[in-house]
């Protein structure tokens, strides 16, 4: 069984930075990203990377996360800059089901909090 386990959250001002890691129990041939949610609001996409390092962005995210993945250590990052409060969310780590077109039935971290304050 596959397990994602996110690090990295904290307490930052808004400007800052904090880079998140995600390490896998094993190794993660497909697609891995980062998803966040606030209380009240469904989980949103934040950003995607492939096993080829293509990466896919949210909005309101491009130009200040960037997203990576070291496939050697099993392990997704993701670095961001120039933190806002309406960053403040928890942050999830997911991993790609091959065998499933549906998120039901990919993998998930625990999640870890981001709190930027104004």
């Known amino acids: 069984q596959v397990q994602l386990v996110e690090s990295g959250g904290g307490l930052v001002q808004t400007g800052g930075s904090l880079r998140l890691s995600c390490a896998a129990s094993?190794?993660?041939?497909?697609?891995l990203g980062w998803y966040r949610q606030v209380p009240g609001k469904e989980r949103e996409l934040v950003a995607t990377i492939t096993s080829d390092h293509v990466t896919n962005y949210a909005q309101s995210v491009m130009g200040r996360f960037t997203i990576s993945r070291d496939n050697a250590k099993d392990t997704v990052y993701l670095q961001m800059n120039s933190l806002k409060p309406e960053d403040t969310a928890v942050y999830y780590c997911n991993a790609d089901n091959p065998f499933s077109t549906s998120m039901e039935y990919d993998y998930w971290g625990q999640g870890t909090q981001v709190t930027v304050s104004s």
């Open positions: 094993g190794t993660i041939f497909g697609t």
